[in-house]
């Protein structure tokens, strides 16, 4: 299963010749000045090119960032070095991943969802760290791209997936950013208590 998902992701980043700058959900997020992030240890799940870890490494923060795809992890890299920022690229199966305990102070999730995975993220926070998750919702089937149930949010799922978290914010609907209308749902979360 996990060369299937790697040779799949693989292809698809290799044929994606887009430099896309962080997500506006993400940037939305850090120019709020009323949450007063310190930039800390950040890890991006599914970070693909690494888009978002660069945004986060420009904020100073220390960012590791995993995926599946070692196309998309050479490119990277590759980007990093080309600007100077320190992020560290990481190859792993999310959905074999471990992480270590209370070691993140900002973990983020954008456009992938793996229900089994989010203890993991939980527990992988440290106590007063925060969240960024932002992916599809059910009704992106209409729209085409994608459209596997299973990788689709339910309304207000993510809101009860994180029911022990303070929200601080969310979000859920009909969006066009970055050219492109999509159905997702997003939210900022802050760990307020261990498990």
Not at 41 to 67: Q, Y
């Amino acid at each position: 299963m996990a060369r299937d998902d790697q040779k799949r992701w693989d292809e698809k980043h290799a044929s994606r010749h887009g430099k896309g700058g962080a997500s506006p959900f993400l940037r939305e997020i850090l120019a709020a000045g009323s949450w007063q992030i310190q930039p800390g240890r950040a890890l991006d799940i599914a970070t693909g090119k690494g888009r978002n870890a660069f945004f986060l490494a420009e904020k100073g923060f220390h960012v590791e960032a995993v995926d599946i795809s070692e196309v998309a992890l050479q490119e990277g890299q590759r980007a990093a070095r080309e600007r100077g920022l320190a992020v560290t690229f990481r190859q792993a199966d999310l959905d074999r991943i471990e992480l270590p305990e209370g070691a993140y102070d900002l973990i983020l999730n954008f456009n992938f969802l793996q229900r089994s995975l989010i203890p993991k993220m939980k527990m992988a926070l440290k106590l007063g760290g925060y969240i960024v998750f932002e992916t599809y919702l059910i009704d992106q089937r209409v729209l085409g791209h994608p459209s596997n149930p299973a990788h689709l949010l339910g309304h207000n799922e993510l809101l009860e997936l994180f029911r022990d978290f303070r929200i601080l914010y969310y979000r859920e609907g009909k969006f066009f950013e970055s050219g492109q209308e999509a159905y997702r749902a997003g939210l900022f979360g802050q760990k307020v208590r261990e498990r």
